[in-house]
Each structure stands twice: as structure tokens, then as C-alpha cells.
């Protein structure tokens, strides 16, 4: 039993927080999200410099070789200073699939790229009926000679907008809700028939519905044997909820931070509102929401690359509740303890209220891991 | 990182697992695991079993007969105590009055009382909260005023747990009301036998008698039963506090109950399905779950410092939520056969209230951690 951090985590760390203090402050965000791309390149190439992009990648591929635990220790980072660059859908998502899944030329050529932040790939799976089953696929891929042609929607894919590659998910045999024949296909961004209907997200962020029109792809694109991508998918999905966990307790510590220091600085009644009763219980409440999320990340980070299977989803959605809900108490507390200012745009704390409700429902709101820890518990 | 026990802290929780297999009687067993009535011979005799085993003093130190566990070691005994089915250990003079005499006690009051707390010969009780003071401590009333080689005491004392059985309490009385009220405080060890004590019952609302007022009218103490100095009480009161909080998670109980709860859902029917099938029941007892193993790691991380801070005031307000909606789960899930858990549920309600309010919790949570 250890939650402390190697020296060399920590080092990373403050590597990591003396960059966002220095180049990724409110300012410097808010002319991002309103940029036309709506992420910087620049800031993209930073985080390749500084290794971040590489710490999912094996070294044999250029990479850092870290884990889960050195993911979510950049993703409090991420989470406390809201970056909107996709890290979460490319360098820890799309870069832990490929490398699962991913046969030894497409690795070769493509890893090297992600960690050195040339390219940016994101994973496009769930559909529009899917809702938050993984399972659920109706996209199809229809086999014409050498070639796959596939054909569907994708929903609201995080950060497609950015990506050069997609991984698509598409059934080459079964029903919608099967865990076998689903298979998993590399799409450029360029092919024809792919159509992204681009949108920005509440929370700054940009996101596209995918149609697939036709697209037809070589045989090489497939990405492992056919109809056996799930149990990739599904533990890339695992590693990413474990990385989505850690951004939203980096988000939430950074907002509990903003409100105690507006709670002492506020001065209504002659005194720091602070001092009021009530407001302290709900703060207090807030720190009791924290700390029972932030250990719930600690438990995703070191779970979920874990072998068994049931086991390692039954803790992620736990984790998920638990910082879910934590979440949106935070949030909406963090907002009603500001008063009038916590409703304003000017405020970085209206921009963490925004993404922590995105978060939840994420890959998954509370309610649909609670049913799904529900069915799984013994 | 890393959230495994070590393979010696493994091998220690087999040997307890073990050990209460072995030594727990099945009539004991049987009761704690449906949530029955204890007797005063049902504690004793796991105490001196624990004593046999030379693990009397579960949370002390070697220099005074303790095992001396980290405090890991220490959750997993409690863990696994728990599981097995084990009474609680009655926390009075094992857990609260011990620390303060190893700390503050005099060498003659250290021999005197520890070992027969250790082996169960003496019973305590608390002397702590009064009629006029209970979140407000330091207001108590009861009087002691010093004769030179003794006290005499006289007040009233109120939510005595257990005190029916006490041989020994130790108490805080008032030996000076000119000053602050935490400045004129001291701490006494009084025996329950002697002449103008009177213990009176308090029903409680499950119909339980646990709690009870104790009266004392001009009652002897010799000085040598004061520990520390005179009117320093209140800081062995306080010292004592933090050691009551030890263990206040109550991780392991909320576990057994939880399997408990699912035992009972899992045999209840609805709509000729189990209980614990029924979406909406399934969700809450999922809820609770969820919240649980949030709270063995929050545990966890705050055993790992070594120390317990105002952090205890996190466990003390989730581990009580916890065990009181498992109590509901319960009772709910029992429908028109309720009344077997009703009791439960009803005494549970204690929780949130002993050991310091939730609302007196989330104060230190705001003063302490948040600095508000």
C-alpha cells in the first residue's frame, strides 16, 4: 500500500504545472476555443517536447513506456487548467488502442508519429442507438474483394475535428448488440465518403457526427483479426475512463481551491461569507466528494489495465459513480457559492462547472455505471 | 503507487481469519451476523479470548502488552474481526481511557488498570457528556471539589453506553468554575461501586437499553484516582478524542452488513424475481457500494500517513452514512417483515449523532481542513 509518488513522478509533475502556469493560463485558453481549429498547434508540438504525448507509447516505438499512474498524473494537470487539446482522445485513447491492437507496420509508422505529435488519431465508436453499451454496433463493414466497405454513423466523436486518423468500429458479422464481430479499421481523414459534421461542445471542446458513406478502405486497414476488435476497444475504453477520472479531479481540486478562496475573500454582513454556517457544511460536503473521487481515480489508475475482465469493469464503474457524482455536486456547489459571479463567462469557474458536466456523462453517465456495477456485482 | 497489501500483511490477515474461525463460539457468531442482542459475557469472552491469544491490546504498544500493529495491521484485524462475525471490542477503556494513561497515567495507575483492561476483568465506561453538555463539552457541570487526600463529586452524567455493566468510569468533572470552562476541567477514574453512584436505564427508541444516566451524590474519589494535573483535563479529553476516532470508518462492519443486506435482498421476492434484481432497488444497494469502496481506499490513504487529523471527520460522516443507509436497505428490504431489522435501523440512527455530531464534523472539516 503506497499513494505516494516516485521522485521521478513527481519531477514530471511540476514539469507539467510549471508549463500550463506559464503557457496555458485563462487568457491564452479562452483565444484558443475561439480559434477556428479550436485546439493550438503550438501548444500540441509543447506537449510533445515535453514527452506527454509519449507516455502511452513503448519505447521500442520512440515512447516513454509509462502507464495509467503517469496518465493520471497529467491529466489532473490537464484537468485543473481545462486544456482542450486532445490528449485524452489521441495520446491516451487512440495511442493505448493501436498499440493493443495494431499490427507491427502500422505501429512502426504511426506511434512514432502520435508521441511526436505529427499526427493525431481518435478513436470513433459509439452510435447514435448505442447510447453508453459499448456492445452496441450497427456500423457495417462489408467485405468486396480485398477491400472493406464500410457504411453507418458515429456519435458525437470527441476531437474527430483534429484527427488525420480515425479508428472506426464496424460489424463484419452478428447483431448490434454482440461482443464478437466487431472489427476495427484505420480511416484517413481524406477518404472518400467519410463526412464529419464538425460541432464545438459545451465545454469548448469540438466534436464531430461521423457518417460513413460508402467508405471503402484496403484489407490492410483492419486493425487486428476480424471481428475480434472488442476486447481492445473496451480496455483502451477502460484506460481512458481511468485518464477521464483523473481530469475531472484535477478540474475539481483546482475549483474547490477557487471557491474556499472566494469563501474567505467575499465579504457580506461584514464578514467573510466563509464564516456562515451553512456555506461551510456545503464546502465541507464538497472536500468529502473530493476525497472520496480522488480515491476512486487512485483505484481506476492502478485497475485498469488489470486481466480480468468483470473485475476491472466493475471497479472502473464504480470509480465512474463516484467522481461522477462528485462531478456535479462540485460543480453546481462551486457555482452557487459564487453567487451572480459563478454564473459569469469571465470566471474560470463557469469553464470547470462546463467541462466537469461534460464529464459525466462521458463514456458513460453515473446512472448507466451504476446499472452496469449493479449487474456486475456479485 | 501501489494499492496491495504486502504478501506479511496477506499472511498476517490469514492468521486473524484463522484465529476468529477457531475462537469465535458459533452462538456469538450467529447473533452478531443477524444483528442480535449481546450480552455482557458475549464481549467479555471475546476479549479474553483475544487476550489468550496475547492480542488483548489490539491498538497498543509493545512497552504496555500490545501487539504494537501499524496501523494497516490494525485495519485488517478489525477487517477481518468483522467478517468473521466478532462483537465489537468495547472501545471505553481499551481504546479511549488506555491511550491517556499510557500517556498522562502515573506508573502505579498504568499497572493498576491496564492489564485488567486488557483481559477483560474490569469494565468501563465513559463519564463524559451531561444533560446541559453534549456538543458543548467544556460547559459540563458536574463538581469535584478537592477534600486533600480526596475528591468529592456530585452532578449528573448522560449517555452512559453500557454503563450498566461498568466497574470503572472515567470522568471529567469541574474543579474550577472561576475560570475559561476548559481551563477547570479534570479527569477522574471513579469505581462504579462507590456509595452515591446510581445508574439509571435510558430506553431507547428500538426499545434497547444501552445508554444510561449516571448520578453522582457526594461521591469519594481518592486523589491518586486523578490522572495528570488538576484542571489540565481538557487536553487529556481532547488527546482522548483523537483516539476514539481510530478505526471510526467502521470499513469492516459496513461490509458485513453490506452481504448481509444482499443475503437478505437475494431471498426477498418481487414480482417473483429477487429483490436484488428489482432496477430500483438494485441501484441504491449499488449506490452504497460504490460509496463504499471510495471510502476503504479514503481509508486507506489516510492509514498510510501514519497520523489521523482532522481527516477522521471525512471517515466519521461517510462511514456513519453508510452503515445507516445499509440499515434502511435492510429494513426496506425486509417489507412487511421489517420488524426484525426495524430495531436495528432505529438504533443506528445513533451514528450521526455520537463520537462528535455530523453537523460538529463538518465544522472541524471547515475549520480544520478548509481553514474557513
Given at each position: 500500500?503506497d499513494?505516494?509518488?516516485?521522485?521521478?513522478?513527481?519531477?514530471?509533475?511540476?514539469?507539467?504545472?510549471?508549463?500550463?502556469?506559464?503557457?496555458?493560463g485563462?487568457?491564452?485558453?479562452?483565444?484558443?476555443?475561439d480559434?477556428?481549429?479550436?485546439w493550438?498547434?503550438?501548444?500540441?508540438?509543447?506537449?510533445?517536447?515535453?514527452?506527454?504525448?509519449?507516455?502511452?507509447?513503448?519505447?521500442?516505438?520512440?515512447?516513454?513506456?509509462?502507464?495509467?499512474?503517469?496518465?493520471?498524473?497529467?491529466?489532473?494537470?490537464?484537468?485543473?487548467?481545462?486544456?482542450?487539446e486532445?490528449?485524452?482522445s489521441s495520446?491516451?485513447?487512440?495511442?493505448?488502442?493501436?498499440?493493443?491492437?495494431?499490427?507491427?507496420?502500422?505501429?512502426?509508422?504511426?506511434?512514432?508519429?502520435?508521441?511526436?505529435?505529427?499526427?493525431?488519431?481518435?478513436?470513433?465508436?459509439?452510435?447514435?442507438?448505442?447510447?453508453?453499451?459499448?456492445a452496441?454496433?450497427?456500423?457495417?463493414?462489408?467485405?468486396?474483394?480485398?477491400?472493406?466497405?464500410?457504411?453507418?454513423?458515429?456519435?458525437?466523436?470527441?476531437?474527430?475535428?483534429?484527427?488525420?486518423?480515425?479508428?472506426?468500429?464496424?460489424?463484419?458479422?452478428?447483431?448490434p448488440?454482440?461482443?464478437?464481430?466487431?472489427?476495427?479499421?484505420?480511416?484517413?481523414?481524406?477518404s472518400?465518403g467519410?463526412?464529419?459534421?464538425?460541432?464545438?461542445?459545451?465545454?469548448?471542446?469540438?466534436?464531430?457526427?461521423?457518417?460513413?458513406?460508402?467508405v471503402?478502405?484496403?484489407?490492410?486497414a483492419?486493425?487486428?483479426?476480424?471481428?475480434?476488435?472488442?476486447?481492445?476497444?473496451?480496455?483502451?475504453?477502460?484506460?481512458?475512463?481511468?485518464?477521464?477520472?483523473?481530469e475531472?479531479?484535477?478540474?475539481m481540486k483546482?475549483l474547490?481551491?477557487?471557491?474556499?478562496?472566494?469563501?474567505?475573500?467575499?465579504?457580506?454582513?461584514?464578514?467573510?461569507?466563509?464564516?456562515?454556517?451553512?456555506?461551510?457544511?456545503?464546502?465541507?460536503?464538497?472536500?468529502?466528494?473530493?476525497?472520496?473521487?480522488?480515491s476512486?481515480?487512485y483505484?481506476?489508475?492502478?485497475?485498469?489495465?488489470?486481466?480480468?475482465?468483470?473485475?476491472?469493469?466493475?471497479?472502473?464503474?464504480?470509480?465512474?459513480?463516484?467522481?461522477g457524482?462528485?462531478?456535479?455536486?462540485?460543480?453546481?456547489?462551486?457555482?452557487?457559492?459564487?453567487?451572480?459571479?459563478?454564473?459569469?463567462?469571465?470566471?474560470?469557474?463557469?469553464?470547470?462547472?462546463?467541462?466537469?458536466?461534460?464529464?459525466?456523462?462521458?463514456?458513460?453517465?453515473?446512472?448507466?455505471?451504476?446499472?452496469?456495477?449493479?449487474e456486475?456485482?456479485? | 503507487?501501489?494499492?496491495?497489501?504486502?504478501?506479511?500483511?496477506?499472511?498476517?490477515r490469514?492468521?486473524?481469519?484463522d484465529?476468529?474461525r477457531?475462537?469465535?463460539?458459533?452462538d456469538i457468531?450467529?447473533?452478531?451476523?443477524?444483528?442480535?442482542?449481546?450480552?455482557?459475557?458475549?464481549?467479555v469472552?471475546w476479549?479474553?479470548?483475544?487476550?489468550?491469544?496475547?492480542?488483548?491490546?489490539v491498538?497498543?504498544?509493545?512497552?504496555?502488552?500490545?501487539?504494537?500493529?501499524?496501523?494497516?495491521?490494525?485495519?485488517?484485524?478489525?477487517?477481518?474481526?468483522?467478517?468473521?462475525?466478532?462483537?465489537?471490542?468495547?472501545?471505553?477503556?481499551?481504546?479511549?481511557?488506555?491511550?491517556?494513561?499510557?500517556?498522562?497515567?502515573?506508573?502505579?495507575q498504568?499497572?493498576?488498570?491496564?492489564p485488567?483492561?486488557?483481559?477483560?476483568e474490569?469494565?468501563?465506561?465513559?463519564?463524559?457528556?451531561?444533560?446541559?453538555a453534549?456538543?458543548?463539552?467544556?460547559?459540563?457541570?458536574?463538581r469535584?471539589?478537592?477534600?486533600?487526600?480526596?475528591?468529592?463529586?456530585?452532578?449528573?452524567?448522560?449517555?452512559?453506553?453500557?454503563?450498566?455493566?461498568?466497574?470503572?468510569?472515567?470522568?471529567?468533572v469541574?474543579?474550577?468554575?472561576?475560570?475559561?470552562p476548559?481551563?477547570?476541567?479534570?479527569?477522574?477514574l471513579i469505581?462504579?461501586k462507590?456509595?452515591?453512584?446510581?445508574?439509571?436505564?435510558?430506553?431507547?427508541?428500538?426499545g434497547?437499553h444501552?445508554v444510561?444516566?449516571?448520578?453522582?451524590?457526594?461521591?469519594?474519589v481518592?486523589?491518586?484516582?486523578?490522572?495528570?494535573?488538576?484542571n489540565?483535563?481538557?487536553?487529556y479529553?481532547k488527546?482522548?478524542?483523537g483516539?476514539?476516532?481510530t478505526?471510526?470508518?467502521?470499513?469492516?462492519?459496513?461490509?458485513?452488513?453490506?452481504?448481509?443486506?444482499?443475503?437478505?435482498?437475494?431471498?426477498?421476492?418481487?414480482?417473483?424475481r429477487?429483490?436484488?434484481?428489482?432496477?430500483?432497488?438494485?441501484?441504491?444497494?449499488?449506490?452504497?457500494?460504490?460509496?463504499?469502496?471510495?471510502?476503504?481506499?479514503?481509508?486507506?490513504?489516510?492509514?498510510?500517513?501514519?497520523?489521523?487529523?482532522?481527516?477522521?471527520?471525512?471517515?466519521?460522516?461517510?462511514?456513519?452514512?453508510?452503515q445507516?443507509?445499509?440499515?434502511?436497505l435492510?429494513?426496506?428490504?425486509?417489507?412487511?417483515y421489517?420488524?426484525p431489522?426495524?430495531?436495528n435501523?432505529?438504533?443506528?440512527?445513533?451514528?450521526?449523532i455520537?463520537?462528535?455530531?455530523?453537523?460538529?464534523?463538518?465544522?472541524?472539516?471547515?475549520?480544520?481542513?478548509?481553514?474557513l
Amino acid at each position: 500500500m503506497d499513494f505516494g509518488l516516485s521522485e521521478e513522478q513527481q519531477q514530471f509533475v511540476d514539469t507539467l504545472g510549471r508549463f500550463v502556469a506559464r503557457d496555458y493560463g485563462f487568457a491564452r485558453r479562452r483565444t484558443i476555443v475561439d480559434s477556428q481549429e479550436g485546439w493550438s498547434k503550438e501548444v500540441w508540438q509543447s506537449l510533445a517536447d515535453l514527452g506527454v504525448l509519449a507516455i502511452n507509447v513503448p519505447e521500442k516505438y520512440g515512447g516513454l513506456g509509462f502507464g495509467p499512474v503517469e496518465t493520471m498524473l497529467a491529466m489532473n494537470v490537464f484537468g485543473a487548467a481545462l486544456l482542450v487539446e486532445p490528449y485524452l482522445s489521441s495520446a491516451v485513447i487512440a495511442t493505448s488502442l493501436l498499440c493493443d491492437i495494431a499490427g507491427e507496420s502500422v505501429k512502426a509508422e504511426l506511434l512514432p508519429r502520435l508521441a511526436g505529435g505529427e499526427r493525431i488519431a481518435v478513436l470513433a465508436h459509439f452510435e447514435p442507438a448505442s447510447r453508453f453499451v459499448i456492445a452496441h454496433v450497427e456500423c457495417s463493414a462489408r467485405k468486396d474483394g480485398e477491400r472493406y466497405v464500410l457504411e453507418g454513423q458515429k456519435a458525437a466523436v470527441l476531437d474527430a475535428p483534429a484527427a488525420g486518423h480515425l479508428l472506426v468500429s464496424a460489424r463484419t458479422s452478428g447483431l448490434p448488440d454482440d461482443d464478437t464481430g466487431v472489427s476495427l479499421f484505420l480511416v484517413s481523414r481524406d477518404s472518400p465518403g467519410l463526412v464529419l459534421r464538425e460541432f464545438p461542445t459545451l465545454d469548448g471542446g469540438r466534436a464531430a457526427e461521423v457518417l460513413l458513406n460508402k467508405v471503402s478502405v484496403p484489407a490492410s486497414a483492419r486493425l487486428g483479426g476480424e471481428g475480434e476488435a472488442m476486447p481492445a476497444i473496451e480496455r483502451a475504453l477502460d484506460i481512458g475512463l481511468s485518464a477521464l477520472c483523473a481530469e475531472a479531479v484535477g478540474a475539481m481540486k483546482a475549483l474547490q481551491n477557487a471557491t474556499i478562496e472566494y469563501l474567505k475573500t467575499r465579504s457580506q454582513f461584514d464578514q467573510p461569507i466563509g464564516r456562515f454556517q451553512v456555506l461551510q457544511h456545503r464546502a465541507a460536503d464538497m472536500l468529502i466528494h473530493f476525497e472520496q473521487a480522488q480515491s476512486m481515480s487512485y483505484l481506476a489508475a492502478m485497475r485498469c489495465t488489470a486481466e480480468n475482465t468483470l473485475e476491472r469493469r466493475r471497479m472502473l464503474s464504480a470509480a465512474k459513480v463516484v467522481v461522477g457524482q462528485a462531478c456535479r455536486f462540485i460543480a453546481q456547489s462551486a457555482v452557487q457559492l459564487h453567487g451572480g459571479m459563478g454564473m459569469t463567462d469571465e470566471l474560470m469557474v463557469s469553464h470547470w462547472f462546463k467541462r466537469l458536466t461534460m464529464i459525466e456523462s462521458t463514456f458513460g453517465d453515473s446512472d448507466s455505471h451504476l446499472q452496469r456495477f449493479a449487474e456486475l456485482a456479485s | 503507487m501501489d494499492l496491495d497489501f504486502t504478501e506479511e500483511e496477506n499472511a498476517f490477515r490469514d492468521e486473524v481469519r484463522d484465529f476468529a474461525r477457531e475462537k469465535l463460539p458459533a452462538d456469538i457468531h450467529h447473533k452478531v451476523m443477524n444483528g442480535l442482542h449481546l450480552t455482557r459475557d458475549d464481549y467479555v469472552s471475546w476479549q479474553r479470548a483475544l487476550f489468550a491469544r496475547g492480542w488483548g491490546g489490539v491498538s497498543w504498544p509493545k512497552e504496555f502488552g500490545g501487539p504494537g500493529w501499524s496501523a494497516t495491521e490494525l485495519y485488517i484485524f478489525e477487517e477481518e474481526c468483522a467478517a468473521a462475525g466478532a462483537p465489537r471490542l468495547i472501545p471505553f477503556g481499551l481504546r479511549m481511557l488506555a491511550p491517556v494513561l499510557m500517556a498522562f497515567g502515573s506508573r502505579a495507575q498504568q499497572e493498576r488498570f491496564l492489564p485488567k483492561i486488557m483481559s477483560a476483568e474490569e469494565w468501563w465506561c465513559q463519564g463524559y457528556s451531561e444533560p446541559g453538555a453534549g456538543s458543548d463539552l467544556a460547559s459540563l457541570r458536574t463538581r469535584a471539589e478537592n477534600c486533600g487526600d480526596h475528591y468529592r463529586v456530585t452532578g449528573q452524567k448522560t449517555w452512559t453506553t453500557l454503563g450498566q455493566y461498568a466497574d470503572w468510569m472515567f470522568c471529567l468533572v469541574r474543579t474550577d468554575s472561576e475560570v475559561k470552562p476548559q481551563r477547570g476541567i479534570s479527569f477522574l477514574l471513579i469505581d462504579m461501586k462507590s456509595p452515591g453512584i446510581t445508574v439509571r436505564p435510558i430506553i431507547t427508541l428500538d426499545g434497547g437499553h444501552e445508554v444510561n444516566e449516571v448520578w453522582l451524590e457526594d461521591v469519594r474519589v481518592p486523589m491518586e484516582n486523578r490522572v495528570g494535573e488538576e484542571n489540565q483535563g481538557w487536553s487529556y479529553a481532547k488527546f482522548l478524542l483523537g483516539h476514539e476516532r481510530t478505526n471510526i470508518a467502521g470499513i469492516g462492519i459496513a461490509k458485513r452488513e453490506l452481504a448481509h443486506l444482499k443475503r437478505v435482498a437475494k431471498a426477498e421476492m418481487k414480482n417473483a424475481r429477487p429483490l436484488l434484481e428489482d432496477p430500483l432497488f438494485a441501484a441504491k444497494v449499488a449506490q452504497v457500494e460504490v460509496d463504499l469502496m471510495a471510502l476503504e481506499i479514503t481509508n486507506l490513504r489516510v492509514l498510510s500517513t501514519e497520523k489521523m487529523g482532522p481527516e477522521a471527520s471525512i471517515l466519521k460522516i461517510k462511514g456513519s452514512e453508510i452503515q445507516q443507509d445499509i440499515s434502511e436497505l435492510l429494513m426496506q428490504a425486509a417489507g412487511p417483515y421489517a420488524q426484525p431489522f426495524a430495531a436495528n435501523y432505529c438504533n443506528q440512527r445513533k451514528l450521526s449523532i455520537y463520537g462528535g455530531s455530523n453537523e460538529i464534523q463538518r465544522n472541524i472539516i471547515s475549520q480544520m481542513m478548509l481553514g474557513l
